[in-house]
T-cell receptor, first 116, second 115 residues
Framework: AQTVTQSQPEMSVQEAETVTLSCTYD???????LFWYKQPPSRQMILVIR??????QNATENRFSVNFQKAAKSFSLKISDSQLGDTAMYFC?????????????FGKGTKLSVIP | GAGVSQSPSNKVTEKGKDVELRCDPI?????LYWYRQRLGQGLEFLIY????????KSGLPSDRFSAERTGESVSTLTIQRTQQEDSAVYLC?????????????FGPGTRLTVL
């Protein structure tokens, strides 16, 4: 079974600064997908970024980028120029591309607070 | 609206009662998932539907939990004889025909409180 670990329960960052959220995972699979989801107080889970394991290039979406280290099974999220609207819970998630149901396995989340 | 919708938004019930939670997926999405999120925790997979295939029920925590989906439309999650440990947010997600690696789009969830 896959596991996802987020070792930082809470983090804070000053507005306009950069912050990195950590995520490690454990799997014996070679083909899989990784995701970062954001959950603001509204409860709505919003996709931030996704990465295919077969791609060496790190995914980037505007101010959000990842550092994907496949050998180390690490998938960190970097948020640049942090904004107040980035305040939320952030969840790292794993999807085994060979599994029948393609369910997501989530970490426990990191609560990010952006300070004005 | 174009997103996943869920109802009710909040549900308070008494221990031992049955509850039904509803999910309306994005039109055209054949894959539908239910997850449970306990307070301060990540999401736990409950059940998956894909078209007319048999659902993957491997995440259901007990036989008090069941779910149905008619075709590619609405799904209902039923919890019978609710217990206090069932209190959580229940989230529904849907994705496109080929769910391999495809993004799952989530609804706003139903917060269930069992007194």
């Amino acid at each position: 079974a896959q596991t996802v670990t987020q070792s930082q329960p809470e983090m804070s960052v000053q507005e306009a600064e950069t912050v990195t959220l950590s995520c490690t995972y454990d799997t014996s699979e070679n083909n899989y997908y990784l995701f970062w989801y954001k959950q603001p107080p509204s409860r709505q889970m919003i996709l931030v970024i996704r990465q295919e394991a077969y791609k060496q290039q790190n995914a980037t979406e505007n101010r959000f980028s990842v550092n994907f280290q496949k050998a180390a099974k690490s998938f960190s999220l970097k948020i640049s120029d942090s904004q107040l609207g980035d305040t939320a819970m952030y969840f790292c998630a794993f999807m085994d591309s060979g599994a029948g149901s393609y369910q997501l396995t989530f970490g426990k989340g990191t609560k990010l607070s952006v300070i004005p | 609206g174009a997103g996943v919708s869920q109802s009710p938004s909040n549900k308070v019930t008494e221990k031992g009662k049955d509850v039904e939670l509803r999910c309306d997926p994005i039109s055209g999405h054949t894959a539908l998932y239910w997850y449970r999120q306990r307070l301060g925790q990540g999401l736990e997979f409950l059940i998956y539907f894909q078209g007319n295939s048999a659902p993957d029920k491997s995440g259901l925590p007990s036989d008090r939990f069941s779910a149905e989906r008619t075709g590619e439309s609405v799904s209902t999650l039923t919890i019978q004889r609710t217990q206090q440990e069932d209190s959580a947010v229940y989230l529904c997600a849907s994705s496109q025909i080929t769910p391999r690696g495809d993004t799952q789009y989530f609804g706003p969830g139903t917060r269930l409180t069992v007194l």
